[in-house]
């Protein structure tokens, strides 16, 4: 009998330390925009320690990341604006009312490194600028297309420069395109610039003709890790993650 109750117990032991051991290495998955990349590489480490999970993490812009979701794409976080994050609340395909925010940041000029840097700070001064180029380029979808767009529109320059308007899909690649020569201007969110290999940021948009994107997370509705998920959330809207968000062109929500 003694015999038999010390296998029980081992067995049960070995259960529940199988069990332990599966909630501490259960990854948590996100799905996140394009404008919070740079800040989330920044911290993938310290936020695998911090919350006990190893974080896989897929970007793409928002636009495309909700298309996926509303296709089934399974996810424990998302991060993408405060607009979809609405959304997909009033879809039922996230927990809580309207997500956390995590921060905002605001559309930029990015140009070839060491090119020349024309004086942008006025409105007047960028449609002198845009003007001046041989070819700009953004991207047809995305969160700062909305900001691009009404800028050409306030500055009244948006069908002069149609015929020099590169479109690429994502600001990696409008990035290459500076890069590389083919555009002098790569418009898109200031946390997309910074990181880019052989660009520098020229400047934000002036103030005047600013928009500010907002990133918020929530946890997904059918996550598989929703515990991890809170915890990550609650780190990256917590202080352990205000350096790099300031770091990366960006301001804590």
Do not use: C, W
């Amino acid at each position: 009998m003694r015999k038999l109750f010390g296998i029980g117990f081992i067995i049960v032991s070995t259960l529940l330390l199988a069990q332990t051991l599966a909630a501490q290495t259960s990854e948590v998955h996100v799905l996140a925009s394009n404008g919070i990349k740079a800040v989330l590489e920044d911290l993938r480490a310290q936020g695998d320690r911090a919350i006990g999970h190893p974080i896989s993490v897929e970007y793409r812009p928002t636009a495309n990341l909700k298309q996926e979701i509303d296709g089934g794409a399974a996810f424990d976080v998302v991060i993408v604006t405060v607009e979809s994050i609405e959304q997909l609340s009033k879809e039922g395909k996230i927990t809580g009312a309207g997500g956390t925010p995590i921060s905002r940041v605001g559309v930029g000029i990015g140009i070839r490194k060491g090119a020349p840097r024309p004086d942008i700070s006025t409105p007047e001064a960028l449609k002198r600028a845009m003007l001046g180029t041989k070819a700009i380029a953004y991207g047809p979808v995305g969160a700062s297309l909305p900001y691009i767009n009404k800028m050409l529109d306030t500055l009244g320059i948006a069908d002069t420069m149609k015929p020099k308007t590169l479109f690429f899909n994502t600001s990696d690649e409008t990035n290459e395109a500076v890069a590389e020569g083919k555009a002098d201007f790569g418009m898109t969110l200031v946390s997309e610039i910074l990181p880019a290999k052989g660009v520098e940021l020229l400047g934000p948009f002036p103030e005047e003709l600013q928009g500010y994107v907002r990133f918020s997370a929530a946890v997904g509705a059918n996550a598989k890790n929703p515990d991890g998920a809170a915890a990550l959330i609650k780190f990256l809207a917590g202080p352990d993650a205000l350096a790099s968000i300031k770091a990366r062109g960006m301001q804590a929500h």
